[in-house]
């Protein structure tokens, strides 16, 4: 079962709905998350969603075509970009981020980071 699901059947199990927490990323390595002064969560109270973490691509590539009847290769291109593109740069120190906790658990699930309109 899904985090996800998983915390919204313990939540309604519990009779208390899911709690939203907000919070800031204290130390990134290993990672924690400061609620206020005196709540600090550490990483193996953590699950962390995809959108939170890091994610990068290879934009390096080449192409074949058809031209006449005949096939060619472009040569390679974007081949000077180091070596990864980030698309997303996971969390770093000093992010807002959103957590939400189900009643009666000792898991966090991080959601998003928060960002400024």
Do not use: C, W
């Amino acid at each position: 079962m899904n985090i996800v699901k998983k915390a919204g059947v313990q939540a309604v199990g519990a009779g208390s709905p899911v709690e939203f927490l907000f919070g800031t990323v204290s130390k990134a390595k290993p990672l924690e998350i400061e609620i206020n002064s005196n709540f600090i969560l550490k990483g193996e109270f953590l699950v962390l969603t995809e959108s939170v973490t890091r994610y990068e691509v290879d934009l390096e590539h080449s192409h074949t075509y058809t031209d006449n009847g005949a096939s060619a290769s472009t040569g390679k291109a974007l081949t000077n970009l180091l070596a990864k593109t980030p698309i997303r740069t996971g969390l770093k120190k000093d992010d807002k981020v959103v957590l939400a906790k189900v009643q009666g658990g000792n898991k966090y699930l991080v959601l998003d980071k928060v960002v400024d309109a």
